[in-house]
Each structure stands twice: as structure tokens, then as C-alpha cells.
Nanobody
Framework: QVQLVESGGGLVKPGGSLRLSCAASGFTLDYYAIGWFRQAPGKEREGVSCIFSMDGNTTYADSVKGRFTISRDNAKNTFYLQMNNLKPEDTAVYYC??????????????????WGQGAQVTVSS
């Protein structure tokens, strides 16, 4: 059974940093496409960053480029989203997701079938 468990959300001031973790079980992470998505109140869920299978092809939303970094530790079967220089507009519930290949290299919610429970990230002074 595929399961994703998130941790690491919280409250941070503008300019601060957080790291989200997503621990996977029931499958081998290194063969899967993985991604981070977020949903702000009143808005649709959007792709933040994705890694597409073993070739390491990575995408970032324009709004987070240069501030967020996605990574994975295959030995721990865990992947991460390092978020730096956080802004109030980054406030949202963040979700991790995974799906076996092939997955379109577009970081779209409809392409991922396994999801974490969500982690609240609030950026406020």
C-alpha cells in the first residue's frame, strides 16, 4: 500500500525558511515521479516543484524559482522541499505526491494518484 506522510510545516516570518519532508512507504521512491503542490484558501491546488523519475528532470513554478529546492534521499525513501526567503503569498497547505512513470513533465495535480495528508505553511509577521 502506497503511503506518503508529511512533516515540517509551521508558522514562519517573511524571509524565513522551512523544510518539508515526505516519507514514502509501500513503494521504492527512486523509480517514481514525485512532487510538491500547494493550495491556498479559495484557490486551486497548484504544482510547486516536481522531479520526473530517474533522469532527475526537475520543474519549479515561476513563483518559487531560486527560493525553493526539491530533493530526495533514496536511502531514506524520503523527499523534501526546502523553502527559503518565504513570502506571505507562500501561505498554503502543502501536499506531497508520487506516481509511477510515465508522468508528463508538467507537474500537474491530475497526473499524481498518491498524496500526503497536507502540511500547513503560514508566512506571517
Amino acid at each position: 500500500q502506497v503511503q506518503l506522510v508529511e512533516s515540517g510545516g509551521g508558522l514562519v516570518k517573511p524571509g524565513g525558511s522551512l523544510r518539508l519532508s515526505c516519507a514514502a512507504s509501500g513503494f521504492t521512491l527512486d523509480y517514481y515521479a514525485i512532487g510538491w503542490f500547494r493550495q491556498a484558501p479559495g484557490k486551486e491546488r497548484e504544482g510547486v516543484s516536481c522531479i520526473f523519475s530517474m533522469d532527475g528532470n526537475t520543474t519549479y513554478a515561476d513563483s518559487v524559482k531560486g527560493r525553493f529546492t526539491i530533493s530526495r534521499d533514496n536511502a531514506k525513501n524520503t523527499f523534501y522541499l526546502q523553502m527559503n526567503n518565504l513570502k506571505p503569498e507562500d501561505t498554503a497547505v502543502y501536499y506531497c505526491a508520487a506516481d509511477p512513470p510515465p508522468v508528463r513533465a508538467e507537474c500537474l495535480t491530475e497526473d499524481f494518484r498518491s498524496w500526503g495528508q497536507g502540511a500547513q505553511v503560514t508566512v506571517s509577521s
